[in-house]
């Protein structure tokens, strides 16, 4: 690992925010996240000599002058009157505007502490589900985080709630630290959004963490939107933890950036605990979509479903690593893993890695990955019928990237996602 | 020109492996012509290469359709033309609703044809009104294309769409395989439905018993690639009682001194 020059301008930044700050609830003095800066400053960015980077190379994420500090309470203020519109999502409640959270509207079953605004206080298990020696990323989002918006979910929300996190760079580079806790009351369940957003032209870095607590009985539907082209970077990092008979879906939508990594751990702590894992990812030119998925079963009964599908085209590049470990003590386990890619360009990569630990006996377990190129039966089929080569083909585009996010439960969503995918798949643009 | 369908001498090899030896066949407006032959002598390979798919070398011959070049029009433009496959495999399609894909598919053969393009409750209409005479249920026009059918609804499916779309030319390459004897009829009103001094057939068949339904103005026997025999609907009622093997020797005598 060679030091690079923003890992040191970081660790020159946090020094000076210690100088400089009091010691208020989230100062650069709070033990964890002095800790977290040693563990950043011990692991620094990872080279793809690091197993988990073997295909993502973060070379050109790390290159640009990034602007470190968050942005001071008046630009916050005047980013409010430049917010992109999101009309067709619905929302959003909440703002996260380069790490900080900014309350649009909240619906009654929500409560949202901020450290900065409000008098929210830090929650205690901040940086258990993901501790920050685990990971470069999780280590840099806990020590330079501006802000942690907590939020507790209770009763059962019919609406979703929308978080739109939003990294400005309209002036110079920046980077961005987003950092979310999520609870969810025992019984409760919510459906939360989070979209991603960059604004101004200028590289971005968007380095977002997420730790959520699923109370016994709790059910969390959480998507993620990823849908933007722009020629930004973002990692996201989201952290469960399940308690007895909880769900938690996730639906991954990743369309655009230039490089996206998004990193699941999931960790399946009681009986009955449920995850359905579902990701729908279309890249072309150069981009680059990394998913890593973690399903760790550390208890009984549980169940894990993943279904990820992928289309790359021109030079752009999918890897999907899936991680399945089940312990010794989790009997009676059922996990499934599928990784399915059409390759459209012989110069588009797919890389898919299931990695499998198990430890008990008494489990069902099924993965699989395939890249393919269209079916060539399918597509003779429709052009008998009169149909053009070109419409047959986004046809079959269509109905392959959207079948994971089939089972989002919220219909105008669906419609949404499925037009995004009609566009980006040129349904529209090719329809005779 | 009376003719619909002119072949000649096709010699056609899949991978490397000659398949059909030479074929000759000429079906003239409003005619059905039946092919009956044994398992693997080319009748698929035959229909496929009528229908434009990929993957067939053609080694000699060539082939008319209304006076056209049939080889090197694309599949689509053939359908757009008139020609229609029913295929012996139909295909499974999840995520391509039966709607979508008969709707794109009936406007573009309009359009080919001089017609306005059918609106989606229009289309319903006619959809719905063609899927009751072969006794599929509306419901399927919401489902994949022929995703999770039975094998029996896989082929009413393919009459359902020989029906919608209004042919010039259909090629049935045993759509009577597999069914029992009710779908039979079904499959077979809904082609006789469709007979016309306009409409021409090619019925690919192993069974005897379909063409007492839908009679044949002639018939062929496909025999390793080649077309052996021809006659009237009587030689369908000879080869199921005798079977195949008469011919061999007849077939062999009769086209070997015509390959090199
Ligand atoms: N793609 C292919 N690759 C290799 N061989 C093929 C291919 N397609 C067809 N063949 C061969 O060509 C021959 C003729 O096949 P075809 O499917 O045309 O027969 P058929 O007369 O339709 O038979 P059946 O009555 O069983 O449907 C067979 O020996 C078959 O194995
Ligand atoms: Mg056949």
Same mark, same amino acid.
């Given at each position: 690992m060679a030091t690079t020059e923003l890992q040191t301008r970081l660790v020159e930044?946090?020094?000076? +925010?210690?100088?400089?700050?009091?010691?208020?609830? +989230?100062?650069?003095?709070?033990?964890?996240?002095?800790?977290?800066?040693?563990?950043?400053?011990?692991?620094?960015?990872?080279?793809?000599?690091? $197993?988990? +980077?073997?295909y993502t190379s973060l070379a050109p994420v790390l290159r640009p002058a990034y602007r470190i500090e968050p942005p001071s309470p008046a630009e916050t203020s005047s980013l409010l009157s430049q917010l992109p519109a999101? $009309?067709?999502?619905?929302?959003?409640?909440? +703002?996260?505007?380069?790490?900080?959270?900014?309350?649009?509207?909240?619906?009654?079953?929500?409560?949202?502490?901020?450290?900065?605004?409000?008098?929210? $206080?830090?929650?205690?298990?901040?940086?258990?589900?993901?501790?920050?020696?685990?990971?470069?990323?999780?280590?840099?989002?806990?020590?330079?985080?501006?802000?942690?918006?907590?939020?507790?979910?209770?009763?059962?929300?019919?609406?979703?709630?929308?978080?739109?996190?939003?990294?400005?760079a309209v002036e110079e580079p920046q980077l961005s630290q987003p950092r979310l806790c999520l609870t969810l009351e025992p019984e409760a369940r919510g459906r939360v959004l989070l979209s991603f957003h960059t604004l101004g032209s200028y590289p971005s870095l968007t380095n977002f963490v997420a730790e959520v607590r699923l109370a016994p009985n709790s059910d969390l539907e959480l998507i993620l939107w990823q849908t933007e082209p722009s020629e930004s970077f973002l990692i996201t990092t989201v952290g469960a933890e399940l308690d007895r008979s909880a769900r938690l879906t996730v639906w991954t939508l990743a369309l655009g950036g230039a490089l996206i990594r998004n990193n699941l751990y999931i960790r399946l702590a009681a009986p009955g605990a449920e995850t359905q894992l579902f990701g729908a990812t279309m890249v072309s030119g150069q981009q680059i979509v990394d998913h890593r998925t973690q399903v760790e079963h550390q208890a009984e009964q549980c169940l894990s479903n993943q279904l990820y599908k992928s289309i790359a085209d021109a030079?752009?590049?999918?890897?999907?690593?899936?991680?399945?470990?089940?312990?010794?003590?989790?009997?009676?386990?059922?996990?499934?893993?599928?990784?399915?890619?059409?390759?459209?360009? $012989?110069?588009?990569? =797919?890389?898919?890695?299931?990695?499998?630990?198990?430890?008990?006996?008494? =489990?069902?377990?099924?993965?699989?990955?395939?890249?393919?190129?269209?079916?060539?039966?399918?597509?003779?089929y429709m052009r008998s019928r009169g149909i053009p080569l070109d419409y047959a083909r986004a046809l079959l585009l269509h109905a392959f990237l959207s079948e994971p996010l089939k089972s989002l439960s919220d219909a105008a969503l669906w419609e949404y996602a499925d037009i995004l995918i009609a566009e980006r798949t040129h349904l529209q643009a090719v329809k005779p | 020109m009376d003719n619909i369908l002119i072949i000649r001498n096709l010699r056609v090899a899949v991978e490397g492996k000659e398949i059909l030896h030479g074929v000759d066949l000429e079906v003239r407006r409003g005619e059905v012509h039946a092919i009956m032959g044994p398992n693997g002598s080319g009748k698929s390979t035959l229909a496929a290469v009528l229908a434009g798919r990929e993957g067939y070398d053609i080694l000699e011959g060539e082939v008319l359709y209304n006076g056209m070049n049939l080889l090197e029009m694309e599949p689509e433009e053939r359908a757009r033309a008139g020609l229609f496959l029913a295929f012996q495999y139909p295909v499974e399609i999840p995520g391509v609703t039966m709607a979508t894909f008969l709707r794109t598919a009936l406007n573009e053969i309009r359009k080919a044809r001089g017609q306005e393009p059918l609106d989606p409750i229009a289309f319903l209409k006619i959809a719905r009104e063609r899927m009751s005479w072969v006794g599929i249920d509306p419901e399927f026009l919401?489902? #994949?294309?022929?995703?999770?059918?039975?094998? #029996?609804? *896989?082929?009413?499916?393919?009459?359902?769409?020989? %029906?919608?779309?209004e042919p010039?030319?259909?090629?049935? &390459?045993?759509? &009577?395989?597999?069914?029992?004897?009710?779908? %039979? *009829?079904?499959?077979?009103?809904?082609?006789?439905?469709?007979?016309?001094?306009?409409?021409?057939?090619?019925?690919?068949?192993?069974?005897?018993?379909? %063409?007492?339904?839908?009679?044949?103005?002639?018939?062929?026997?496909?025999?390793?690639?080649?077309?052996?025999?021809?006659?009237? *609907?009587?030689?369908?009622?000879?080869?199921?009682?005798?079977?195949?093997?008469?011919?061999?020797?007849?077939?062999?005598? %009769?086209?070997?001194?015509?390959?090199?």
């Open positions: 930044t946090f020094h000076r +925010w210690l100088q400089e700050s009091n010691h208020h609830r +989230w100062s650069p003095h709070h033990p964890l996240r002095r800790i977290a800066l040693e563990a950043f400053q011990k692991m620094g960015f990872p080279t793809s000599r690091h $197993e988990d +980077w073997k999101l $009309e067709s999502l619905p929302g959003p409640h909440i +703002w996260m505007l380069t790490g900080i959270p900014v309350v649009a509207s909240l619906p009654p079953y929500v409560r949202l502490d901020s450290l900065l605004y409000s008098d929210g $206080e830090v929650p205690p298990w901040l940086g258990e589900i993901l501790r920050p020696d685990a990971e470069t990323f999780i280590a840099l989002n806990t020590a330079f985080a501006p802000d942690v918006a907590t939020l507790s979910l209770a009763g059962q929300a019919k609406e979703i709630l929308h978080i739109a996190v939003v990294t400005s030079q752009a590049t999918v890897t999907f690593t899936g991680r399945i470990y089940v312990h010794p003590r989790a009997q009676k386990t059922n996990a499934y893993q599928s990784h399915r890619a059409v390759l459209l360009s $012989e110069k588009a990569t =797919v890389n898919a890695r299931p990695q499998l630990e198990i430890y008990a006996d008494d =489990v069902r377990c099924t993965h699989g990955a395939t890249v393919g190129s269209l079916d060539e039966d399918a597509l003779f | 919401q489902r #994949g294309v022929n995703e999770s059918f039975s094998g #029996g609804e *896989k082929k009413r499916n393919e009459i359902f769409q020989l %029906l919608l779309l010039q030319l259909a090629i049935l &390459d045993e759509t &009577d395989s597999g069914l029992d004897i009710d779908a %039979l *009829k079904v499959v077979a009103s809904g082609v006789n439905r469709m007979r016309s001094p306009e409409r021409s057939f090619v019925v690919i068949t192993h069974y005897q018993r379909l %063409l007492n339904y839908i009679v044949p103005d002639v018939v062929h026997v496909l025999y390793d690639g080649r077309i052996v025999r021809s006659g009237g *609907k009587e030689l369908a009622l000879q080869l199921e009682e005798r079977g195949y093997d008469w011919l061999r020797a007849e077939g062999e005598e %009769l086209v070997l001194p015509s390959i090199s």
